[in-house]
Nanobody, 125 residues
């Protein structure tokens, strides 16, 4: 069992930055691939970024490439999402997720076994 807790959300102006840490407790964090997803009101949950457990493979949604960076810090059981040049369309609840299957850095929500409670990000224009 893995518990995930996101933090770092808040209100920021367009063009600003936020960093979302996600801390895991429970089973060995280094065995999990990690991902970030987001869901805006009235929309489906969508993939944002993912990283393999080794940190050697990453994936990003086209909409965030070049602006967002995912990093994994296994010694601290933490994965973070650095978000720069934020836009109003980035406003959503952001969820951290853990995937214990082979492969890694999946873009598919159903691949993930554990989810955090989410943190709200609001970008004003």
């Amino acid at each position: 069992q893995v518990q995930l807790v996101e933090s770092g959300g808040g209100l920021v102006q367009a063009g600003g930055s936020l960093r979302l840490p996600c801390t895991a407790t429970g089973r060995t964090f280094s065995n999990y691939h990690m991902g970030w997803f987001r869901q805006a009101p009235g929309k489906e949950r969508e993939f944002v970024a993912a990283i393999s457990w080794s940190g050697g493979r990453t994936n990003y949604a086209d909409s965030v490439k070049g602006r967002f960076t995912i990093n994994s810090y296994t010694a601290r059981n933490t994965v973070s999402l650095q978000m720069n040049s934020l836009k109003p369309v980035d406003s959503a609840i952001y969820y951290c997720a853990a995937d214990c299957a082979a492969g890694g850095a999946s873009t598919i929500a159903s691949s993930y076994d554990y989810w955090g409670q989410g943190t709200q990000v609001t970008v004003s224009s």
